[in-house]
């Protein structure tokens, strides 16, 4: 049992920090900017409350953060009230925000001079895979300080990976979102045509699945975006929000990612047509209107 902060208290924070007292059996103090779901996430689980960054991370062996982006993530690290300055030496700060990899390698360089540890470390899998506890997590950092977070970050993810040092978690997940955006479009158009050709789509779907188009998304997603039904998991907004980190850090390192910045602005279009909190997969609702 490891003495833990959670930071952050959001639709993957609140089920993850959960996991950390349920199945990790961790001594566990949550923060949240909202103070009432902290207070709520303790009446569940049992642990503390704490009202400030700071006071969360005080003596702990681990702090774990899950917050919106790169400035909220050093308004809780690095600000007035932030977590980096009560944190013991040797203790671990666990990024699982997806931020830029830019903003992992600032807090890791400004970890090290106080004496801390850092890894940047990204989850995929959705709300639904917090909420199972089978994130995969993508980490940055060194590998002792990852040997140390390793078992307890396994609380609530199926796979654990270190993919090189500090901000190559988030190179990493940026990768997975580059992918997950044309193959989204890409189920999309073939629902959508097999629509207009005047096919069924669930026998289309049951035979092209067992082959080389096979995917999660289109086992998990064909039926809902056939019945045009979006309230599943990762919303639009955030999405977009990765796909603009994608597209920055490919400014920066010459990447050429052209069906990325397409699927970008089809985004932009579901979230003209009222859809900024439907789910992903609503890129077929675009094709559909």
Known sequence: MAKVAFLG?????????????????????????????????????????????????????????????????????????GAFGAMKRGAIFIDNTTASAEVARELCDDARGRGLGFIDAPVSGGQAGAENGVLTVMCGGDEA???????????????VGLMGPAGAGQLTKMINQICI??????????????????????????????????????ENRHKTMSEGRYEFGFAVDWMRKDLGICLAEADRNGASLPVTALVDQFYKD???????????????ARLER
């Open 270 to 284: 579901v979230q003209g047509m009222g859809g900024s909190r439907w789910d992903t997969s609503s890129l077929l």
């Open 181 to 218: 955006a044309g193959l989204v479009q890409g189920l999309s158009e073939g629902i959508h045509f097999g629509k207009k050709a005047g096919l069924d789509i669930e026998k289309v779907i049951e035979v092209i699945s067992k082959g080389a188009a096979g995917s999660w998304q289109m």
């Open 9 to 81: 208290l959001g639709v993957m924070g609140y089920p993850m920090a959960g996991h950390l007292k349920s199945r990790g059996g961790h001594d566990v103090t949550v923060y949240n900017r909202t103070a009432a779901k902290a207070d709520k996430w303790v009446a569940e689980h049992g642990g503390r409350a704490a009202r400030t960054p700071a006071e969360a991370a005080e003596g702990q062996d681990f702090v774990f953060s899950c917050v919106g982006n790169d400035d909220d993530l050093r308004a809780v690290t690095m600000g007035p009230e």
């Open 145 to 159: 300080t990852f040997e140390k977070a390793k078992p307890v970050i396994q609380s609530f993810a199926r796979m």
